[in-house]
């Protein structure tokens, strides 16, 4: 992946299970987004943090990326502030 930064829009969000949420970015003028492989993680800005988060979706879905995030409660506030 680029190491360009890029904005996002949520176009879905949805209760996978108890405190597991997963949300699908896409790009704000529906453009494809930058290419990944599996396994990639995006930098996501979440107010004055850096986080990573896996990419969930099938590489050749370049109209989306999907992330799963669990909320830890213990955590440095990456999946508090996300979801």
């Known amino acids: 992946m680029s190491s360009d930064w890029f904005s996002t829009r949520v176009a879905a969000k949805r209760e996978e299970a108890?405190?597991?949420f997963s949300?699908?970015?896409v790009d704000p003028e529906d453009k494809e987004l930058p290419a990944f492989e599996a396994g990639a993680h995006l930098?996501?800005?979440l107010g004055d943090k850096i986080r990573q988060f896996s990419l969930s979706n099938a590489p050749s879905e370049?109209?989306?990326y999907v992330l799963v995030v669990?909320?830890?409660l213990n955590g440095?506030?990456?999946s508090a502030a996300f979801v």
């Open 18 to 20: 108890t405190g597991i």
């Open 76 to 78: 440095r506030g990456g």
């Open 62 to 64: 370049r109209h989306r």
């Open 23 to 25: 949300y699908e970015l």
């Open 70 to 72: 669990q909320r830890e």
């Open 43 to 45: 930098d996501v800005k």
